[in-house]
C-alpha cells in the first residue's frame, strides 16, 4: 500500500527565506507526483506536475524535484512572501483497475510572517 | 473552457439522512474521480468513474455510492450519513484516452459537509 509522508507538518519562517518542503513515498512504481497549495477551506490548486520520466519543474519561484529510486520529492519555494502561506500537499498517481488515483500525504502548514 | 464546478458549495445534514453531491466535469473530459478530505487531513480516494461505469474504488462502504451521466458530469449520494462523513468532497476531472492512462487532474472547489 502506497504511503505518502510530509515533513514538516508545520513552518513558519519569516518573510523572504527560501524554504523546501519534503514529500516521501513508500513505493516507487509512481507515475506522476504533484504539488498541490490549498488555503484554508478551499479546494485544491494545482501548482507543479512533474512526470515519471522527469527529474523536476520549475514554475515563477517554486521548483519541483523528483527522485523515485529514494522515494522523494522537494518542493522549494524561493523569497517566500506572506501570499504563499497556505498548506502545500504532495500527491502521487497510481494505478487502480483501469485507471488512477491519487494518493496525498497530510500536507505542510505554511506561514510566511512579515 | 469551463473548469471542474462543484455543487452545492456548504451543506448541513443530521445523522441518518441522505446526500447527493454534484459535480461537472471540464470540459472535453470523461473521467471523475471523488475524494474525501477530513479536517486536518490529506484527501482521500473514494472512487473514479470513466464513460460511466465505475473505474477504480477506494475504501469506503457500500452505502457511497456514485454516479456518471452521458455529459460525463458525476453524483456523489451517502446514505444513512455518520458524523464521520462530515468533510470537504473534492471532485476532480481528467481525459483518459485509455484504462491506465495517467492523465492529470483537475479539481473543482469542493462541497463542505456537516452532519450534525
Not at chain 1, 519562517?13 to 478551499?42: H, M
Request: glycine content about 10%; proline content about 4%; hydrophobic content about 30%.
Amino acid at each position: 500500500k502506497q504511503e505518502v509522508t510530509q515533513i514538516p507538518a508545520a513552518l513558519s519562517v519569516p518573510e523572504g527565506e527560501n524554504l523546501v518542503l519534503n514529500c516521501s513515498f513508500t513505493d516507487s512504481a509512481i507515475y506522476n507526483l504533484q504539488w498541490f497549495r490549498q488555503d484554508p477551506g478551499k479546494g485544491l490548486t494545482s501548482l507543479l506536475l512533474i512526470q515519471s520520466s522527469q527529474r523536476e519543474q520549475t514554475s515563477g519561484r517554486l521548483n519541483a524535484s523528483l527522485d523515485k529510486s529514494s522515494g522523494r520529492s522537494t518542493l522549494y519555494i524561493a523569497a517566500s512572501q506572506p501570499g504563499d502561506s497556505a498548506t502545500y500537499l504532495c500527491a502521487v498517481y497510481i494505478l487502480t483497475g483501469g485507471g488512477n488515483k491519487l494518493t496525498f500525504g497530510t500536507g505542510t502548514q505554511l506561514k510566511v510572517e512579515l | 473552457e469551463t473548469g471542474v464546478t462543484q455543487s452545492p458549495t456548504h451543506l448541513i445534514k443530521t445523522r441518518g439522512q441522505q446526500v447527493t453531491l454534484r459535480c461537472s466535469s471540464q470540459s472535453g473530459h470523461n473521467t471523475v474521480s471523488w475524494y474525501q478530505q477530513a479536517l486536518g487531513q490529506g484527501p482521500q480516494f473514494i472512487f473514479q468513474y470513466y464513460r460511466e461505469e465505475e473505474n477504480g474504488r477506494g475504501n469506503f462502504p457500500p452505502r457511497v455510492s456514485g454516479l456518471q451521466f452521458p455529459n460525463y458530469s458525476s453524483e456523489l449520494n451517502v446514505n444513512a450519513l455518520e458524523l464521520d462523513d462530515s468533510a470537504l468532497y473534492l471532485c476532480a476531472s481528467s481525459l483518459l484516452v485509455a484504462r491506465g492512462n495517467t492523465d492529470t487532474q483537475y479539481f473543482g472547489p469542493g462541497t463542505r459537509l456537516t452532519v450534525l
